[in-house]
Structure formats: structure tokens, C-alpha cells
């Protein structure tokens, strides 16, 4: 699923700086920020993440005043996750530096202050990654396979590859279930005991194969998953009947800021709308503040607003699949958190595909 990027803020102390503006081209909220310590180029992600941004020239400027060293303290202080970019060329011929204070300098920044410092080319390569940053902080970073890859020579190679994944199956077991079954299609069909015919399978293993192979499978591994999962049943979530009004419904600010809401139900019953942002893991401050924005910004939406006139009351709420997700504090009435239970979804999203299945027989 695609990330709206509008629904990402950044609060910078320079929003009209190069880097702020890039950010908002993106589509990215940037709010301003007033700092007291100095005359810096910061930019808060989150309560526990922020970026302070030099160049290569400022960089150098900061050692020789010391506004690098002071920086640093107050990041450390507030900021669990403090970032420095340098950006660009640290020139030191130019500026007749010694590089052993530059390298110094860098060194005490990550050992002594605790702040981890990377580098950028230029100020768009460092615009796109306070964004990556803001987009995997505010909305979470996508699951990465430990699986290592590489690209097959040929055919047979990507065949051996494939049955390599299987449980305690390496390149050799490989080669003798291909060569035993033919192809790969026939590994997949091979019952339990049509395995254990293969040299080099016991009965362990082929018993871990036929479980992989033939084990239905049962997650919930997105939150377009999840959407469907609500989508089929709302009962998931809800105790009284509603209808489902739209599904990645779009909202538009009076700044031309768009925020696309997962699901939209009415409560015909309770004259209510219901706008519905669902998470995959831990609910967050920013998730409330993400529907938040959602609530403030509804009458934008033409369909939104007709029912709002017709005197319907609306709400937000926010869910997730993680059992421990939802203990987010919300002070807010029109704002309420809840647990969707996992089980329930990956049953109704089995249902789904066995009807998908048939359909297609």
C-alpha cells in the first residue's frame, strides 16, 4: 500500500530553509518550531527522534565556536534518538583545518554525546532522508526478509533455490528431490510418505516439508489486510450494526493537504459517523493526532459534510492487532483506541480467499 505522505509531520526551526521546503513539496506537514539554544537547523520527527542538519562550512563554523558541542548536550537531553547530518563537502584545505579536529569532532559527537552522525551529498538527498526517517517513525518501517538474495544464473538454478527454502534443505537435498519428483510442482504435491521415498528424507523432515508446503496460512500481515478483514466483518470491531460508507476516503484541508481515512462506517441507528484509522502495531501519539487531523479536516469532504449537515455526530477510531496496542492514552471523547482480535480477522480473511478460490474453479 502506498504512504500518503501528508499525513507526515516535521517540525523544523528553519521552515524556510532549502531542506523544509523540499519536504513540503513532498507533501509533508512542516510546522515551525522556535528554539532558544542557538540558531539551529533542526528538525523534530517525533518526541524521541530529531535531526540537526549542518553543511559542510557550518560543520566546521560549529567546532570552532563550540555551537557544535552545546548542540549536542541539548539533543542528548531531549532526544532519545538524536541525529546529525552533515551535508555536503567538509572542506578542510579551504578552511585550514586539521583534519585530525575535524575526525576528533565527528569521533565525540557518536562516543561521547551519543548522537549518531551520517552524511548527504546534497540538500535534496538530505530532504528524502528526513522524510524516510519522519515516514518510518511516524508510520512504521516495512517488515525486511533476512532471507539473503541473489540473482539465479539460470532455470535450474532458481529451481534448486526455491526447494533450498525448504526446512533443512540444502543445495544436495535440493538436487535429489528435483531429480527424484522431476520439478518443482511435484515437490508441492508429494503427500508425506511420497517424500520419504527421496534419499536423504527421514521422516522428521519430510514431515516438516509437508507441513510447510501444505499448512494453510494464517496472518494478518498488512494493514490492507486488515481492512479487508473489517471491510467483510465489522463486527470485529463494532458491538452494533453499521454500514461501511468508503474505504481509503480522501479529505482535503484548506491548504490542499490530503488524508486519506482507512474506513468510514455509519451507525445509522446512533446518527454517528465513524472515521477508522487501523495499525498493525503499538498505538501512538501520532496515530492520534493522524485521526485527530482526520476529525478536524472531515467537513472538507463533500460527502462527509452533507451528513455532518444532516445533524449526524462523528468520532474517530483507532485500531490495531497487536494484543498490548492500544494502551495509548486518549483525553480526547470523540477519540477511542481498541484491540482487534487477531484470530477473528485471519479466520475472516481465510473466508475471504476460500470464496476468491471457488470462484475461480
Known amino acids: 500500500m502506498s504512504v500518503d505522505l501528508s499525513d507526515l509531520r516535521v517540525s523544523a526551526t528553519k521552515p524556510s530553509g532549502k531542506p523544509a521546503v523540499l519536504l513540503a513539496q513532498m507533501g509533508i506537514g512542516v510546522l515551525s518550531v522556535v528554539e532558544d539554544e542557538g540558531n539551529v537547523d533542526r528538525y523534530i520527527i517525533s518526541p524521541r527522534l530529531a535531526i540537526e542538519r549542518r553543511t559542510g562550512s557550518s560543520f566546521l563554523r560549529g567546532i570552532m565556536d563550540k555551537t557544535l558541542f552545546t548542540s549536542a548536550v541539548f539533543l542528548r537531553e531531549h532526544f532519545e534518538l538524536p541525529i546529525l547530518i552533515v551535508e555536503g563537502e567538509v572542506n578542510y584545505e579551504y578552511s585550514g583545518f586539521d583534519p585530525q ?10 562516543l561521547e554525546y551519543g548522537i549518531s552522525v551520517l552524511s548527504t551529498a546534497s540538500t535534496v538527498e538530505t530532504a528524502s532522508l528526513i522524510a524516510m526517517m519522519a515516514r518510518q517513525e511516524q508510520i512504521g518501517i516495512p517488515e525486511i526478509s533476512m532471507i539473503p538474495k541473489r ?3 539460470d532455470l535450474l538454478d532458481l529451481q534448486r533455490r526455491v526447494i533450498e527454502m525448504l526446512p533443512e534443505c540444502g543445495m544436495t537435498l535440493a538436487r535429489e528431490l528435483l531429480q527424484h519428483f522431476g520439478s518443482v510442482e511435484r515437490i508441492v504435491a508429494a ?7 527421496c534419499r536423504g ?15 494453510q496460512y494464517h496472518a494478518v500481515d498488512t494493514e490492507r489486510n486488515l481492512e479487508d478483514a473489517v471491510e467483510a466483518a465489522p463486527d470485529i470491531l463494532f458491538d452494533e450494526p453499521v454500514t461501511l460508507l468508503a474505504r481509503q476516503h480522501h479529505i482535503y484541508t484548506d491548504e490542499k493537504e490530503r488524508h ?6 455509519l451507525d445509522v441507528d446512533a446518527r454517528e459517523i465513524i472515521l477508522v484509522e487501523l495499525k498493525r502495531g503499538r498505538l501512538s501519539r501520532e496515530h492520534r493526532e493522524q485521526i485527530r487531523r482526520y476529525l478536524d479536516n472531515a467537513c472538507k469532504s463533500k460527502v462527509l459534510r452533507e451528513l455532518l449537515d444532516e445533524g449526524m455526530t462523528i468520532r474517530g477510531l483507532l485500531a490495531t492487532v497487536e494484543e498490548d496496542g492500544a494502551k495509548l492514552k486518549i483525553k480526547d471523547k470523540n477519540i477511542s483506541a481498541c484491540v482487534v482480535d487477531r484470530q477473528r480477522a485471519i479466520e475472516v480473511l481465510a473466508g475471504l480467499r476460500e470464496a476468491r478460490l471457488r470462484c475461480r474453479e
Open 151 to 153: 540473482k539465479a544464473t
Open 191 to 197: 503427500s508425506q510418505e511420497e517424500l520419504l521415498q
Open 201 to 215: 528424507v527421514g521422516e522428521r523432515k519430510a514431515a516438516q516439508i509437508h507441513q510447510v508446503l501444505h499448512a
Open 260 to 265: 486519506v481515512v482507512d474506513l468510514v462506517f
Open 101 to 110: 579536529a575535524v575526525r576528533g569532532a565527528l569521533s565525540a559527537m557518536m
